[in-house]
């Protein structure tokens, strides 16, 4: 399993040398107030009624960077520096939440495909945890080769397709956000540019755990055909 460890190390570094980016991109442009003075929320809520969505709920989260929307019960959750935060990074943040709302409200075919392949990840993920605990003690030798393998590359495969279906969803909320915060004039000049950035290195969290579930599917996959 060194080729697994080895996997698991190089994309531990490149998520954290990632995430530190985008942590520094935060707090720099969390620092920088918008001229407008609106807050996240206020953000929020203007962007929602510009799309003439009325059943989302916006509440304050907890935490940093644990910004989401949840489609099953219609709610933007907005951290503690973006709620009330009046600035370039809470603008953003709030804006690409909104962005998942309108994609929901719109019916964007690859959220759906994410949603519905939420209860299979979770019990892909499940069945990973079985599978490693067998293979620590040995059970998979007496499963008939390559059988352990190709159940782990399957799990695998279900998780690298949610995150590549994500890509998607995360890059057109971040667009949508960024084309409302440009035309209703919430940011402009540096700091739409600001607002942009902040995003992209978002977005490249999301690319991290893409590339890296796709490494590990490949993997467990190049493994089970070796053991045939």
């Excluded at 949610?162 to 956000?177: C, G, H, Y």
Aim: proline residues 3%; positive net charge.
């Amino acid at each position: 399993m060194m080729g697994y460890m080895v996997i698991i190390g190089v994309f531990t570094v490149v998520g954290m040398i990632i995430s530190g980016k985008l942590k520094s991109t935060f707090n720099k442009y969390s620092r920088v107030a918008l001229s407008n003075g609106m807050s996240g929320k206020e953000v929020a809520e203007a962007m929602l009624r510009h799309y003439g969505i009325t059943d989302v709920k916006i509440v304050p989260g907890k935490g940093s960077l644990t910004d989401h929307y949840n489609p099953m019960t219609k709610t933007i959750a907005l951290s503690e520096p973006v709620y009330n935060s009046r600035s370039i990074s809470a603008a953003a943040v709030a804006a690409h939440e909104c962005g998942h709302a309108v994609q929901h409200a719109q019916a964007y075919p690859f959220l759906t495909m994410r949603s519905a392949l939420v209860p299979v990840v979770k019990f892909s993920s499940t069945i990973q945890q079985f599978l490693f605990m067998g293979l620590m003690f040995g059970i998979g030798s007496g499963m008939g080769g390559g059988t352990m393998m190709y159940i782990l590359a399957a799990t695998f495969g279900a998780t690298a397709l949610f995150s590549l279906i994500t890509l998607p969803v995360e890059f057109d909320a971040s667009k949508r956000a960024l084309v409302y915060l440009d035309n209703s004039g919430i940011t402009h000049g540096a700091e739409y540019d600001g607002a942009k950035d902040a995003l992209w290195w978002a977005a490249m969290t999301y690319v991290s755990q893409a590339l890296a579930s796709l490494a590990m599917f490949l993997f467990f996959l190049l493994r089970a055909m070796g053991n045939d």
